[in-house]
């Protein structure tokens, strides 16, 4: 089992920026595939972006490249989502997931085997 607890959302105006973070604990967290997720109101939950467990390599949806960046400090065990230029249409609840090692590259595809309880991201225009 992997547990997941995110912190960091919050209220923040267009053109704004958020760091969210996902501390993990329960396995070894170095050789996990994490990730983040996004779910609005009346939506599907959808991929972010994710990384493998050297940090070496990561992976982004067209709507986050260029604005978030993923990144992650395994002597921390947390990985981070860093969201800069934020957009009303970025609002919504985000969710740390983690895979087994070598998954990260089709996280966007498959969904992930273990999930956070999300955290709240509201940008206001």
């Known amino acids: 089992q992997v547990q997941l607890v995110e912190s960091g959302g919050g209220l923040v105006q267009a053109g704004g920026s958020l760091r969210l973070s996902c501390a993990a604990s329960?396995?070894?967290?170095?050789?996990?595939?994490m990730g983040w997720f996004h779910q609005a109101p009346g939506k599907e939950r959808e991929f972010v972006a994710a990384i493998s467990g050297s940090g070496g390599g990561t992976y982004y949806a067209d709507s986050a490249k260029g604005r978030f960046t993923i990144s992650r400090d395994n002597a921390k065990n947390t990985v981070y989502l860093q969201m800069n230029s934020l957009k009303p249409e970025d609002t919504a609840v985000y969710y740390c997931a983690a895979d087994r090692p070598g998954s990260a590259q089709r996280m966007g595809v498959m969904l992930p085997s273990w999930w956070g309880q999300g955290t709240q991201v509201t940008v206001s225009s």
């Open positions: 329960g396995r070894t967290f170095s050789i996990l595939a």
